[in-house]
């Protein structure tokens, strides 16, 4: 009883958050970001069924009906569907931190210098072999310059589908997690459904007051530090999901190397949204308040739920020593994983940067703006 009076004399002398946002984000500004959103939440579902009818007509024309076949199928439609798409978010979002001239640059220089080391180091080793082979048009060549298209190609590919996923993460988001939100602060019986305690783990005990934001302070800089982690938060689940993939005893005896590897590099352009989405309800410092002590963050329970670590590692470690047991080749495991680690190293980057580079500021502002208008509805 004492605590819950100091913690209401508290709150009486701190500003409300919201209260002090709504004099920071302008809730009548239509900006680009905001009619990017509008677009994506209406052409996505005609989006989805285009690329799933593509994926179809891809395995029936590459004629590989197993398991491997299909899933390389479907992953390549959607991979070629959000290319085209992340071309068009490109054009249509707004103006990242950094200025466009130097995301050219950057572009043009970072693939030459890969593709030139890769060039100096061989084509025995079975990353360079599996870079040239799907990635130079010119036919598979161990020449300087199919070292160049290759690495030019992979890049590019990258870009546009980060472009592409994060948009539709962001779109959605901004859209209707308000309402996700809004839905934590009735009452318990009126709620239709325990879906967002569920995934917030909130505890049983807690009875909820209102929702409030803490976001992070913004000085117009590219934000390193979200940079930084966010990429590191990728690669690391990108490794623990495809070790289902690399070193499954089964799939590491029916599956090529170059096709093990080819299927982990696209099924991990799209791991973003395994990522992205608790990053940023901490970046709003989105929590709920009660009348217990100390509030609670959304952010940790929506991680702790969307993966856990400690059961991924273990899996891992299980299939790993059963692999080894089974006599697979423990060589070939790690050059696996040298190769996919590379890859994998790539798209961590380039997906955290096209992130906070052209959306996170976007994105943060966003949700909190629908947010406040929907209480403005009321």
Same mark, same amino acid.
């Given at each position: *009883?004492? *605590?819950s009076?100091?913690?209401?004399?508290i709150?009486?002398?701190?500003p409300?958050?919201?209260?002090y946002?709504?004099?920071?984000?302008?809730?009548?500004?239509?900006?680009?970001?905001?009619?990017?959103?509008?677009?994506?939440?209406?052409?996505?579902?005609w989006?989805?069924v285009i690329?799933s009818?593509?994926?179809?007509?891809?395995?029936?024309?590459?004629?590989n009906?197993?398991?491997?076949?299909i899933?390389?199928?479907?992953?390549?439609?959607?991979?070629?569907?959000?290319?085209v798409?992340? *071309?068009?978010?490109v054009?249509?979002?707004?103006?990242?931190?950094?200025?466009?001239k130097?995301?050219?640059l950057?572009?043009?220089?970072?693939?030459?210098?890969?593709?030139s080391?890769?060039?100096?180091?061989?084509?025995?080793?079975?990353?360079?072999?599996?870079?040239?082979?799907?990635?130079?048009?010119?036919?598979?060549?161990?020449?300087?310059?199919s070292?160049?298209?290759?690495?030019y190609?992979?890049?590019?590919?990258?870009?546009?589908?980060?472009?592409?996923?994060?948009?539709?993460?962001?779109g959605?988001?901004?859209?209707?997690?308000?309402?996700?939100?809004?839905?934590?602060?009735y009452?318990?019986?009126?709620?239709?459904?325990?879906?967002?305690?569920w995934?917030?783990?909130?505890?049983?005990?807690i009875d909820?007051?209102?929702?409030?934001?803490?976001?992070?302070e913004?000085?117009?800089?590219?934000?390193?530090?979200?940079?930084?982690?966010?990429?590191?938060?990728?690669?690391l689940?990108?490794?623990?999901?495809?070790s289902?993939i690399f070193i499954?005893p089964l799939?590491?005896?029916?599956?090529?190397?170059?096709e093990?590897?080819?299927?982990g590099?696209?099924?991990?352009l799209?791991?973003s949204?395994l990522?992205?989405?608790?990053?940023?309800?901490?970046?709003i410092g989105?929590?709920?308040?009660s009348?217990?002590?100390?509030?609670?963050?959304?952010w940790?329970?929506?991680?702790?739920?969307?993966y856990?670590g400690?059961?991924?590692?273990?899996?891992?470690?299980?299939?790993?020593?059963?692999s080894?047991?089974l006599?697979?080749?423990?060589?070939?495991?790690v050059?696996?994983?040298?190769?996919?680690?590379?890859?994998?190293? *790539?798209?961590?980057?380039?997906?955290?940067?096209?992130?906070?580079?052209?959306?996170?500021?976007?994105?943060?502002?966003?949700?909190?703006k629908?947010?406040?208008m929907?209480k403005d509805?009321l």
């Open positions: *009883m004492i *605590m009076e100091a913690s209401d004399r709150r009486q002398k701190v409300k958050p919201v209260a946002l709504r004099t920071v984000i302008n809730l009548d500004e239509d900006t680009k970001q905001d009619k990017l959103d509008r677009l994506i939440t209406k052409i996505f579902p989006f989805v690329c009818i593509f994926s179809v007509f891809l395995i029936i024309y590459l004629k009906f197993e398991f491997a076949g899933l390389f199928g479907l992953c390549l439609g959607f991979v070629l569907g959000f290319i798409l992340g *071309m068009a978010c054009i249509l979002s707004d103006r990242g931190v950094i200025a466009g130097y995301v050219v950057i572009i043009a220089t970072a693939p030459a210098l890969v593709g080391l890769l060039y100096l180091a061989g084509s025995g080793i079975g990353f360079d072999e599996f870079v040239v082979k799907y990635f130079d048009i010119f036919g598979k060549n161990t020449d300087l310059i070292f160049l298209v290759s690495a190609s992979l890049t590019l590919m990258i870009f546009f589908v980060a472009y592409g996923v994060v948009s539709v993460i962001v959605y988001f901004r859209s209707y997690f308000y309402r996700v939100l809004r839905s934590l602060e009452p318990s019986e009126k709620r239709k459904n325990h879906i967002p305690e995934l917030f783990q909130i505890p049983d005990i909820i007051e209102s929702v409030e934001f803490e976001p992070d913004e000085d117009g800089r590219f934000n390193v530090e979200l940079f930084r982690n966010t990429a590191f938060s990728l690669f689940l990108g490794i623990v999901i495809c289902y499954n799939f590491l005896q029916i599956i090529p190397f170059e093990m590897l080819l299927l590099m696209l099924i991990s799209f791991i949204p990522v992205i989405p608790w990053s940023i309800v901490k970046s989105a929590k709920v308040t009348s217990a002590p100390r509030d609670f963050y959304l940790k329970g929506m991680r702790g739920r969307l856990q400690f059961f991924a590692i273990t899996f891992f470690m299980m299939l790993l020593t059963l080894v047991y006599g697979m080749d423990f060589s070939r495991i050059t696996t994983y040298v190769g996919y680690v590379s890859f994998m190293g *790539m798209i961590s980057i380039i997906t955290s940067f096209v992130y906070v580079n052209t959306y996170y500021r976007g994105f943060k502002n966003g949700i909190i629908s947010y406040l929907s509805r």
